[in-house]
C-alpha cells in the first residue's frame, strides 16, 4: 500500500477544499479508509472514515456536518470535501488505510500528508 494525499493549499476561512488520496500501490478495495490530521503541537486527530465498499461512514465531532468523505471503487480514490473550513481545520491531513477494521489513527498505512491551512 503507497497512500498519495493531494489537495491541499492555503484557503481563507469559509472557502472549501477536496482532498484526493490514492494508492499507487494497487488496489483499495476491501480496505477502510480514512483521514486522520495532526496540527502543530497537538495530537492526531481522526477526521473521516470509510468502510469497504463505502456504506458506512463516520465523522470526528470538530468536522461532522461541514466535511464528506467519498470513494470511487473503480478509480481507487478516497476524497475529503471540506465545506466552511476554520482556521483551527489548519494541519497536515494523511490518507490511512485498515483492512482490518474502521480507520483509526491507530492504522497500518498512511500517507505522506497534505498540508491544509485556513487563514482568518
Known amino acids: 500500500v503507497q497512500l498519495q494525499a493531494s489537495g491541499g493549499g492555503l484557503v481563507q476561512a469559509g472557502d472549501s477544499l477536496r482532498l484526493s488520496c490514492a494508492n499507487f500501490?494497487?488496489?483499495?478495495?476491501?480496505?477502510?479508509m480514512g483521514w486522520i490530521r495532526q496540527a502543530p503541537g497537538k495530537e492526531r486527530e481522526f477526521v473521516a472514515g470509510?468502510?469497504?465498499?463505502?456504506?458506512?461512514?463516520n465523522y470526528g465531532n470538530a468536522v461532522k456536518g461541514r466535511f464528506t468523505i467519498s470513494r470511487d471503487n473503480i478509480k481507487n480514490t478516497v476524497d475529503l470535501q471540506m465545506n466552511s473550513l476554520k482556521p483551527e481545520d489548519t494541519a497536515i491531513y494523511y490518507c490511512?488505510?485498515?483492512?482490518?477494521?474502521?480507520?483509526?489513527?491507530?492504522?497500518?498505512?498512511w500517507g505522506q500528508g497534505t498540508q491544509v491551512t485556513v487563514s482568518s
Open positions: 490511512v488505510a485498515d483492512r482490518g477494521g474502521p480507520a483509526s489513527t491507530a492504522a497500518p498505512f
Open positions: 500501490g494497487g488496489t483499495l478495495s476491501y480496505y477502510y
Open positions: 470509510i468502510s469497504w465498499p463505502g456504506t458506512r461512514k
